[in-house]
């Protein structure tokens, strides 16, 4: 699946307030989701030593997956693509990329 396809699909299944011009309600469960994905991992840390065993990494897929839908909620509400943000993002990373890997040459005396 491409995240254009999972974006048409999880679009099906959004029944929130006020559909397509809330912002605000998949903000929040996209902050919701994601405490709740740090939060398992603060608990692999505390309980289990930092080993993740099939149990965590099966509830840490089905965070992400909320995670996901909540993005891809908030990219509809802004009249966005998944694929579009994605894009844009790989892109910022490069140049960020690339200014700090030039910096570090020029520090190195490269």
């Keep these: 699946m491409n995240f ?3 974006q048409t699909k999880a679009k099906q299944t959004a029944l929130y307030p006020n ?7 998949p903000t929040l469960g996209l902050a919701g989701e994601a405490g709740e994905v740090a939060n398992i991992v603060k608990k ?3 309980d289990f030593g930092g080993k993740i065993t099939d ?3 099966a509830k840490l897929k089905d965070e992400l997956g909320d995670v996901l839908w909540y993005i891809s909620a908030c990219a509809d509400e802004l ?3 998944l694929t579009e943000i994605a894009e844009f993002n790989v892109e910022k990373l490069a140049k960020r990329h690339n200014r700090n890997n030039g910096k570090r ?6």
């Design 4 to 6: 254009e396809e999972y």
């Design 55 to 57: 149990e965590i990494r």
């Design 79 to 81: 009249g966005l693509t």
């Design 44 to 46: 692999i840390q505390r």
């Design 19 to 25: 559909r397509l011009s809330n912002l605000e309600y």
């Design 105 to 110: 040459k020029i520090e190195n005396g490269k």
